[in-house]
């Protein structure tokens, strides 16, 4: 598993990328052998179908992958990935009439379509490989794919192997490889830095909970990204059903997400000024553990009544965006796998997210449309800010009645950042539910692609 693309090579063949409208023009300007097979085999450039075509002497000579109709084009994304395993394995180059974000969108499928997971296990392979179109940054695309690789190894790890000891490796091997500095506060320093919602949720757990900190940049305007990184979380004493436990190792994936995203920041030397903040913790069950009713008071100094320990990765959240947001960064980010709630509203293919600011909202939305990672806009709806208000405390962790969980999540973390104006919440899934074109069941970066595309306008570079 590579993720780049092959090496130039004169013995390589066409692969021809045709829309299910383009199909007839094309056998028009081909051989009558190549008209009668085409018909014969029943190809009609359906969404991911693939064909081989042979020459002479019996070789393969060139394949086609059709991209389908109109309508099918709008529902699926990556035709070049869905046919990847299906082709002969050869070296191609590619024909077709593609440009700008379509053909980077096409290429870019065709890459991630080589991820798996072999930690454990060998996997599949080997597959077809593909030379970068001339006029085609190469570097850029592989760099994407890259960072997503890391979003999907990190979710697909174990807690066994994930917890936030390693989490916090995982950040400084990053850091490592682009020069940027990192510092980690754990344990009971938490207490002493004022952490104290971070402490609280992670002290349970046989490994120590941690904030780690890293910066990369020296010039240009300011972006902080904050991950939700509960490597794994049982609900505490608010127990889970073993159906809701069985995935939990991926409730590091607003973690994974940002660390995938500054990769590939960090890997294009986009002009800014980049801070990554991950409160790592495990929300474990011991003599130790926070309980329901519990007060806890925050960074920020509001208190916060405990009404479910299965609301936990808002509370780690909390302390991590009220230090964020004391820098006043230009843009403050937070990326979380949040709540069932916004599944429901959305399901697992939208990454539904927050924004204070319509420009950067309207930024967002184009680029996720260029770079086919779909997001869904959900409402700070200030008239819901007395469900999160419990009386007792400033605010509840987990309201009662439970209407727009989503919601009065995203304003739960909206009261912790003040300073900011810009100020968005993803509340991603992580996580592909079955096999798809270049999206492999298990984990998956949502969102990251399209901020990654949108941080240009939303910061003026």
């Not at 030397?269 to 990554?276: A, E, H, I």
């Not at 003040?418 to 991603?428: A, L, R, V």
């Not at 539910?433 to 570079?461: F, H």
Request: with cysteine; hydrophobic share 45%; proline share 6%.
């Amino acid at each position: 598993m590579s993720l780049i693309f092959a090496a130039p090579d004169r013995s390589s063949i066409p692969l021809t990328l045709l829309s299910s409208e383009g199909l007839e023009g094309w056998l028009a300007n081909q051989p009558v052998q190549v008209q009668a097979w085409v018909k014969a085999s029943g190809f009609t450039a359906a969404f991911g179908a693939s064909l081989a075509l042979a020459s002479a002497d019996g070789t393969i000579a060139g394949a086609l992958v059709g991209t389908g109709t109109k309508d099918a084009r709008a529902r699926n994304r990556f035709a070049l990935g869905a046919a990847r395993s299906n082709l002969p394995v050869q070296t191609y180059y590619l024909l077709s009439d593609l440009s700008g974000d379509a053909l980077h969108a096409e290429l870019l499928g065709w890459l991630l379509s080589d991820y798996q997971f072999d930690r454990y296990r060998a996997q599949g392979g080997p597959f077809a490989e593909l030379t970068c179109p001339d006029g085609i940054d190469s570097g850029a695309l592989e760099a994407i794919a890259a960072g997503e690789m890391l979003t999907r190894d990190l979710i697909n790890t174990p807690a066994s192997d994930m917890g936030p000891p390693n989490l916090e490796r995982a950040a400084r091997n990053l850091a490592d490889r682009y020069d940027a500095k990192i510092t980690v506060i754990e344990g009971e320093a938490l207490l002493e830095q004022n952490f104290p919602m971070i402490h609280a949720v992670g002290r349970a757990a046989s490994r120590a909970p941690r904030l780690i900190d890293m910066r990369w940049g020296d010039t240009g305007p300011t972006l902080t990204l904050v991950g939700k990184g509960v490597c794994f979380d049982t609900g505490g004493l608010n127990i889970k059903p073993a159906s809701s436990m069985g995935m939990m190792k991926k409730d590091m994936g607003g973690a994974a997400a940002v660390l995938g995203l500054a990769k590939m920041i960090m890997s294009h030397g986009m002009p800014l000024q980049l801070r990554v903040l991950v409160p790592a913790v495990e929300n474990s069950i011991s003599a130790d553990a926070f309980r329901p009713q519990d007060i806890l008071r925050s960074r920020k100094g509001l208190t916060v009544e405990i009404n479910n320990t299965d609301a936990e990765g808002r509370l780690v959240l909390a302390d991590a965006l009220a230090l964020a947001d004391e820098e006043k960064p230009d843009v403050i980010i937070s990326m979380a796998t949040l709540t069932g709630a916004a599944r429901v509203a959305v399901g697992p293919d939208l990454a539904p997210y927050y924004a204070q600011s319509d420009s950067s909202a309207a930024a967002l939305e184009s680029a996720a449309r260029r770079v086919q990672d779909p997001v869904w806009r959900m409402p700070f709806w200030d008239p819901y800010e007395t469900m999160i208000e419990p009386g007792i405390a400033d605010l509840d962790n987990a309201p009662k009645g439970g209407f727009a969980g989503s919601i009065t999540a995203a304003l739960f973390l909206r009261r912790f950042v003040t300073e900011t104006p810009n100020y968005m919440h993803f509340d991603i899934y992580g996580w592909q539910p079955s096999a798809a074109p270049a999206r492999s069941k298990g984990g998956v970066g949502q969102g990251t692609r399209a901020l990654l595309a949108a941080l240009p306008e939303m910061l003026d570079l």
